[in-house]
């Protein structure tokens, strides 16, 4: 087992996710000016913090349904493509660039690697 396919790991990325999404749903203004930086039209707005608290409740998944979880970690990696080609495509070379880098090959490094399936 490594750290990236323990449950503990699953559980702590949710934690994460659940929180990003609260930050989300005003936004905080941090999450509105990165919102603006890329582009992202105000009627899609609405629809990240629903996105973060699915996946969140996706990672949690693991405990009884880690294939779920497996597909969340696959659908969070689509998300952070999206993410990094928007940054890019604005040419926005700042830390939220590099957050949406860092969280890619995580959740496409889990994606490979799958959840430990031996600690039930």
């Keep these: 087992m490594s750290a990236l396919t323990s449950r503990r790991a699953y559980l702590a990325l949710a934690a994460v996710q659940a ?6 749903v005003g936004p905080v203004a941090p999450v509105k000016k990165a919102f603006d930086d890329v582009g992202l039209p105000e009627e899609l707005r609405p629809l990240i913090p629903v996105v973060k ?13 880690p294939a779920l979880a497996r ?7 689509v998300y952070f493509v999206l993410a990094v080609g928007s940054h890019l495509r604005v040419r926005d070379i700042s830390p939220n660039l590099i957050a949406a880098s860092a969280f890619l090959a995580l959740f496409g490094t889990m994606t490979v690697e799958g959840p430990d399936l031996r600690a039930r």
Excluded: E, N, P
């Design 71 to 77: 597909l969340t970690t696959f659908m969070l990696t």
């Design 19 to 24: 929180a990003d999404a609260a930050a989300c």
């Design 53 to 65: 608290a699915a996946s969140a409740v996706g990672l949690l998944s693991v405990v009884r349904f």
